[in-house]
């Protein structure tokens, strides 16, 4: 956990940092280091009580350990804290952000898309359906049952009006479902989740284009667990065939904070048509006099926003272009694979059984039981036993109706089964699967 190098390697970034103002008469700000050093120890003593995220062994929510240059670059800036809202308080932070934001661009072929890093995927898809109502004043959105339930919640903060569209058994949205509320007239955005929170499961997004050009309504893409899978080379072929056709779509959502390596919080959203910036058209008197460039304020609903981020997010990506053959490309597939593998183990196994087959690295899987609750009960066993041996899981309520195309012999006696789900975004997970396993089968066995 603590790796001595990258203290040396801020240490050296600081000094190079303290450069650029050189010239000035000496001024460090004096504090009480013995108060500091208490203070810090109690915290370090607190941050003690977490489960182990950062260790392959953790493989339960999507919590991925930010990268050492991630860290590195974060912590770095924080010395000059800028504020990537107005360029008077980020000259070089905001510069960075844009460049950024021209790098997740092209990853879905947009060019100049209209964008900027957020708090979070919550905070992007606010913005993405508060375009969305600007243009379709009033009009429905709609967006999967497993879907992530910010959704729901910002459709009503927006106040539009809003429905859940059935799943498939395979955790995707189901056409008939879509194009019944689209007859309805009054729908004017299909949220697609690329990647939902809970399967990982790709909604079929070429069908749901054809669906929206027909009805004339938008689409925006919820990318913000799976926004990076496209550079992968062992989807499966409808999830490549989603991916390949997100060019399309109106706006896109994605989080570097998932699988971007980067540290808490880092969401962005995009739009390819850049004239809906005229919806974020404001003035402020103090903030956007010193330059004539766009203060990326002037296209968010946020104002204060941390440039560290930015910071981190672009050193982050000169050191791993997103190329399909480059080392973040095939570290992402590492993770599909441990996913696909984890799943064939558990196939297998004559105490779970897995459910669809994972489109990205999200495994859900059930406890072999002669019941659905009995299933449930397991699980939860499983579970608890699993984390005092080290492997932490996570579970999540499976509808019954989707659970028992999994487990056939399995009684239906209650409306949802509670299932194991593991989520395998750390790319050594691939090479501890054996542990994993064997932690996993001993935990059931007990």
Not at 179 to 190: C, P, Y
Not at 407 to 418: G, H, K, Y
């Amino acid at each position: 956990m603590i790796n001595p190098a990258e203290i040396e390697l801020l240490r050296d970034a600081l000094v190079t940092l303290a450069r650029g103002h050189a010239g000035l008469p000496e001024f460090t700000p004096e504090f009480d280091r013995q108060a500091v050093a208490d203070v810090l120890q109690a915290a370090a003593e607190r941050m003690q009580d977490n489960y182990p995220y950062y260790h392959p062994q953790y493989a339960g929510q999507m919590l991925k350990p930010p990268h050492a240059i991630a860290r590195i670059a974060y912590a770095m800036s924080l010395w000059v804290n800028p504020n990537n809202h107005a360029l008077d308080g980020s000259r070089a932070s905001s510069s960075m952000e844009k460049e950024c934001i021209d790098a997740l661009g092209r990853l879905y072929d947009w060019q100049n898309p209209l964008g900027h890093l957020t708090g979070g995927g919550t905070m992007a898809n606010l913005e993405a359906l508060w375009v969305a109502g600007r243009l379709h004043p009033g009009k429905r959105i709609i967006a999967s049952a497993q879907a992530h339930y910010t959704h729901q919640r910002i459709s009503e903060v927006l106040s539009l009006p809003f429905s859940a569209v059935a799943v498939d058994n395979a955790g995707r949205m189901q056409l008939t479902a879509i194009e019944s509320l689209l007859q309805q007239g009054d729908v004017g955005t299909i949220v697609a989740t690329i990647g939902n929170t809970g399967f990982g499961a790709v909604d079929p997004l070429p069908d749901i284009l054809d669906l929206a050009q027909a009805y004339g309504v938008r689409v925006h893409a919820d990318a913000a667990y799976g926004g990076y899978f496209g550079l992968c080379t062992n989807l499966g072929p409808a999830a490549r065939a989603s991916y390949d056709r997100l060019h399309d779509v109106d706006s896109i959502v994605i989080d570097p904070h998932k699988h971007g390596l980067q540290p808490y919080g880092c969401g962005c959203v995009l739009f390819r048509d850049a004239n809906v910036g005229r919806f974020y058209k404001h003035d402020s008197p103090y903030t956007y006099f010193s330059s004539a460039e766009l203060h990326l304020g002037e296209i968010s609903l946020e104002c204060s926003r941390p440039g560290a981020a930015a910071v981190a997010l672009w050193a982050t990506q000169q050191l791993f272009p997103y190329t399909r053959d480059g080392q973040f490309a095939r570290k992402l597939g590492q993770s599909l694979h441990a996913a696909q593998e984890f799943w064939r183990r558990l196939e297998v196994s004559a105490r779970f059984q897995p459910l669809m087959r994972p489109e990205l690295d999200i495994v859900v899987y059930a406890a072999a039981a002669g019941s659905l609750s009995g299933a449930s009960r397991a699980a939860r066993e499983v579970f608890a036993r699993a984390a005092k041996a080290g492997l932490h899981l996570a579970m999540m309520e499976v509808p019954a109706a989707i659970a028992s195309a999994y487990l056939p012999a399995a009684r239906i006696d209650c409306e949802s089964v509670t299932c194991l789900r593991s989520v395998l975004m750390k790319p050594e997970h691939r090479d501890w699967l054996d542990r994993i396993m064997q932690l996993l089968e001993a935990s059931a066995a007990a």
